[in-house]
């Protein structure tokens, strides 16, 4: 399928980057990111991707309605102390189609 033919519409995130702050490694940590649908489609999310397996995501699988808006629950969980930075990346028909997203902290 070649890239005109599909449908677009435009997203806005209002933090692209959280950080977790401080925090005991071994318990595990939740964040949301809030993905809003500012377009005129619906807003289809087709993956998302981490960038270790330390982090999982949940989403709804349901196209977003325009004006509506689809939270994103990030989970993380520290195999050690470390000061961390993830990247977590959205697959959607919105443009720019790929969408980054970042968590950081320290696990002590």
Same mark, same amino acid.
């Given at each position: 399928?070649?890239?005109? *033919? /599909?449908?677009?519409?435009?997203?806005? $995130?209002?933090?692209? #980057?959280? %950080?977790? +702050?401080?925090?005991?490694?071994?318990?595990?940590?939740?964040?949301?990111?809030?993905?809003? *649908? /500012?377009?005129?489609?619906?807003?289809? $999310?087709?993956?998302? #991707?981490? %960038?270790? +397996?330390?982090?999982?995501?949940?989403?709804?699988?349901?196209?977003?309605?325009?004006?509506?808006? /689809?939270?994103?629950?990030?989970?993380?969980?520290?195999?050690?102390?470390?000061?961390? +930075?993830?990247?977590?990346?959205?697959?959607?028909?919105?443009?720019?189609?790929?969408?980054?997203?970042?968590?950081?902290?320290?696990?002590?």
């Amino acid at each position: 399928m070649k890239e005109e *033919n /599909i449908v677009q519409t435009k997203i806005e $995130i209002r933090e692209q #980057s959280l %950080s977790l +702050g401080h925090f005991n490694w071994q318990e595990e940590q939740k964040v949301q990111f809030t993905i809003q *649908n /500012i377009g005129k489609q619906p807003l289809v $999310i087709n993956d998302v #991707s981490t %960038s270790c +397996g330390c982090t999982s995501v949940g989403y709804s699988k349901e196209p977003i309605r325009p004006g509506d808006s /689809i939270p994103l629950q990030v989970t993380y969980k520290a195999d050690h102390p470390e000061h961390f +930075g993830k990247t977590i990346t959205v697959y959607c028909n919105a443009n720019p189609s790929l969408v980054h997203l970042k968590i950081m902290g320290d696990a002590e």
